[in-house]
């Protein structure tokens, strides 16, 4: 079964700079995709940023960008120039491509991410 | 557009009583549809999918169940409900292709007392 951990259950950045969220899953697929949802404390799930493994090139969506690292099972999130509504809860996602990823995503755990004014 | 409907908002009942969840999605058809429940510090667990009406896979065992009576309809269900059952629930409906996101619902906040 695929795993997704994310090791930093907290972290905090000043407003304007820059933070970097990981995550790594373990798999034994070779064509997966991966994403970032952002949860803020209206519960709401958003999505982020999503990445399909076959492609080297890492996504990137305005401020948020991911570093997608396949042979080391990393996929991190990078948040430039930290705004206060990015304050929220990030969860790192897993789908295999397999079935057509009919039985959803696996989650990780999250990081809550504190921006500081 | 698409859009995803979940209700009520909050719930709070007691122990041994019923559970009924719906959920409804607008704007798509034949969509796989998800329940997921999330606890405090334990990320989002999925409980129910649904590849069509009728056709349901459990994830865990548990004291719920799932129904999906229309295409775009899900309903997760208790007869009795334990304290252990308190939690945010998640529907979620994402399209039959790998690559497609889930797109949740607002939740509802379920407190068994």
């Known amino acids: 079964a695929q795993t997704v951990t994310q090791s930093q259950p907290e972290m905090s950045v000043q407003e304007a700079e820059t933070v970097t969220l990981s995550c790594t899953y373990d798999?034994?697929?070779?064509?997966?995709?991966l994403f970032w949802y952002k949860q803020p404390p209206s519960r709401q799930m958003i999505l982020v940023i999503r990445?399909?493994?076959?492609?080297?090139q890492n996504a990137t969506e305005n401020r948020f960008s991911v570093n997608f690292q396949k042979a080391a099972k990393s996929f991190s999130l990078k948040i430039s120039d930290s705004q206060l509504g990015d304050a929220a809860m990030y969860f790192c996602?897993?789908?295999?491509?397999?079935?057509?990823?009919?039985?959803?995503?696996?989650f990780g755990k999250g990081t809550h991410l504190i921006i500081q004014p | 557009s698409q859009t995803i409907h979940q209700w009520p908002a909050t719930l709070v009942q007691p122990v041994g009583s019923p559970l009924s969840l719906e959920c409804t999605v607008e704007g798509t058809s034949n969509p796989n549809l998800y329940w997921y429940r999330q606890a405090a510090g334990r990320g989002l667990q999925l409980l129910f999918y649904?590849?069509?009406?009728?056709?349901i896979s459990s994830e865990v065992p548990q004291n719920l169940s799932a129904s999906r009576p229309q295409d775009r309809q899900f309903i997760l269900s208790s007869k009795k409900l334990l304290l252990s059952d308190s939690g945010f629930y998640l529907c979620?409906?994402?399209?039959?292709?790998?690559?497609?996101?889930?797109?949740f619902g607002n939740g509802t906040r379920l407190t068994v007392t």
């Open positions: 979620a409906w994402k399209a039959g292709f790998s690559n497609s996101p889930l797109h």
């Open positions: 990445q399909e493994a076959y492609k080297q």
């Open positions: 798999t034994s697929e070779s064509d997966y995709y």
């Open positions: 996602a897993y789908s295999p491509d397999s079935g057509g990823g009919a039985d959803g995503l696996t």
């Open positions: 649904s590849i069509g009406i009728d056709q």
